[in-house]
Nanobody, 121 residues
């Protein structure tokens, strides 16, 4: 089966940087859109950034100019470079991907396990 594994979370001071990685493994034919979401305790999960198979990138307004999403198709990996971090960025960050396991099968959506990002003031 397909699995998404995230890494790179941690505790940083406000103004610092972190780079999150998420690698897909298992039976994979192709990966379409990939993205990042985050969820703070007691709050709903929100979309942060996405990148399509065509390379189109979008961000939620609160992270524009600070975060950068990218992908390495050869490594089945999506990254989220987070700069100028703020305490309000504190959350569990989840990666998400639309993946085909076979060329003749439908696209299914998969989630990573999440990685904690804590920004202190």
């Amino acid at each position: 089966q397909v699995q998404l594994v995230e890494s790179g979370g941690g505790l940083v001071q406000a103004g610092g940087s972190l780079r999150l990685s998420c690698t897909a493994s298992g039976t994979i034919f192709s990966i379409n859109a990939m993205g990042w979401y985050r969820q703070a305790p007691g709050k709903q999960r929100e979309w942060v950034a996405g990148i399509t198979s065509a390379g189109t990138i979008n961000y939620t307004d609160s992270v524009k100019g600070r975060f950068a999403i990218s992908r390495d198709n050869a490594k089945n990996t999506v990254y989220l470079q987070m700069n100028s971090l703020k305490p309000e960025d504190t959350a569990v960050y989840y990666c998400n991907a639309d993946i085909k396991t076979r060329a003749y099968r439908s696209v299914y959506n998969y989630w990573g396990q999440g990685t904690q990002v804590t920004v202190s003031s």
